[in-house]
């Protein structure tokens, strides 16, 4: 038991403006929704934890932080008992889904994984070492991540167009690489795709081979092929792309194209939690794993997976959503501390033009951010920003991630294109 209690516990919904982003379910809302969670302490300690703030995951994470005051933060066990007993009694449903992609059966790792992380904030201050240093040490000074590149709009329907401009076509994707390698100097690349038909994103990566010959490249559709199309596709851009992330949906599927695939295959869609790594290890479903703190109950769970992925020979990398600041000082502690992580990291800051901590301490320095030796997360929050994005929420309307609802008002035919290519 330490001498520190858990005072008060503050969970704030924050919506911040996004651009129209274009996936296999859809496009991105005009505001992307994030949680902040705040764990103060009776000796006056603060922790910050980032989450998804989509409404049912919310009302969880109010549950859960009415009980947590008068808890230890140190007693991260005690924590978990508490989230699974919440939900229990709980009347949201038992999995969890977010943006139609991501399904879980259970909300218990979402849910305690940025309690969790406040907790190692205050753990951190308290002792006066970085989070990184709470799960085992940096092996690394700094955390490369890769330019996340996606076709897109020129803005919202009935909006002006924004800075980013529109990019539909191989050319359009290839300026849309420059504007990402020459502003925050990314050393590799990934394009989301599932947007097109699978020939035309091919020639999006050749171009983008053609115009960055020694760039790592990567092709994430989301699971928009069948299984022939994905290994016609691995294929065609072996010795192109560093690895083909999900391109067919399932663990059974994917195992199919992996055993003709000449590329390795990566996921964040079949392998989401424990569960799925005993049988995608068996059948050899995917040679690398995309960890994701918010998703896989915390940074310690996380580090558990790497871990596991370095006992089976799997690679690992790391999965991003529409974040702020505090989500993404919590990734660079873990890819820090996570010596298999070796893969340049997912990330969507570019994105996004607004931020809840003060700047300066996540700069992109040649596509890297340096990790914070400071104590705890080594994030202050700006208060100011916080407020304008919890006002931005409650003025939006946006209560869930829905891409393909939003899509559908703007082409009312539209289906999702999971496997249909
Ligand atoms: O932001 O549209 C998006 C992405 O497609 C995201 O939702 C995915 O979860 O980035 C993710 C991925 O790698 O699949
Ligand atoms: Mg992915």
């Not at 919506?15 to 982003?21: G, H, I, S």
């Not at 008068?70 to 449903?93: I, S």
């Not at 100011?384 to 919890?390: F, I, P, S, V, Y």
């Amino acid at each position: 038991m330490s001498s520190a209690k858990i005072s008060r516990v503050v969970v704030t919904p924050l919506a911040f403006a996004d651009p129209p982003l274009l996936n296999v379910v859809g496009v991105h809302q005009p505001w992307a929704l994030r949680a902040v969670v705040e764990v103060h302490t009776d000796d006056g300690v603060l922790g910050l934890g980032e989450t998804y703030g989509d409404e049912t995951h919310l009302a969880r994470l109010e549950a859960v932080a009415a009980r947590m005051p008068g808890t230890d933060p140190y007693d991260l066990n005690g924590l978990r008992r508490l989230v699974a007993e919440v939900l229990a009694t709980g009347d949201g449903g038992a999995g969890a889904s977010f943006g139609g992609m991501l399904d879980v059966d259970s909300a218990s790792d979402t849910v305690f994984s940025p309690f969790e992380v406040a907790c190692l904030d205050i753990q951190g201050h308290r002792a006066g070492v970085p989070v990184s240093d709470l799960l085992g040490g940096a092996v690394r000074d700094e955390v490369p991540f890769s330019g996340y590149l996606f076709y897109k709009w020129a803005g919202h329907p009935g909006a002006p167009d924004d800075e980013w401009g529109e990019a539909l076509t191989p050319d359009q994707v290839v300026a849309q690489a420059r504007r990402l390698v020459d502003g925050w100097g990314f050393g590799s690349l990934k394009l989301k795709g599932g947007v097109f038909p699978p020939d035309e994103e091919c020639a999006a990566i050749e171009a983008l081979r053609e115009a960055f010959p020694d760039m790592p490249l990567r092709l994430d559709p989301n699971g928009a092929w069948t299984v022939p199309t994905s290994i016609e596709v691995a294929r065609r851009l072996d010795g192109v792309l560093e690895y083909l992330e999900d391109p067919t949906p399932g663990i059974e599927g994917m195992a199919a194209v992996a055993a003709q695939s000449p590329l390795p295959l990566a996921t964040n869609m079949c392998v989401i939690a424990m569960e799925h790594l005993p049988p995608a290890i068996a059948q050899d479903a995917v040679q690398v794993v995309l960890s994701d703190h918010h998703l896989w109950g915390g940074l310690r769970r996380s580090a558990l997976l790497g871990g596991i992925a370095d006992t089976w020979g799997l690679g690992l990398s790391m999965h991003s959503n529409s974040h702020l600041g505090v989500s993404l000082a919590a990734m660079v502690h873990l890819a820090a501390a996570t010596p298999n992580l070796t893969y340049a990291c997912d990330t969507h800051y570019p994105w996004k033009t607004q931020d809840v901590v003060e700047p300066g301490v996540l700069d992109f320095v040649d596509g890297s951010v340096k990790v914070p030796t400071t104590p705890g997360l080594g994030v202050t929050l700006d208060r100011d920003a916080l407020g304008l994005l919890h006002e931005q929420y409650l003025e939006c309307g946006v209560r869930r991630r829905e891409d393909t609802v939003y899509m559908r008002s703007i082409e009312p035919g539209f289906s999702p294109r999971t496997a249909s290519w």
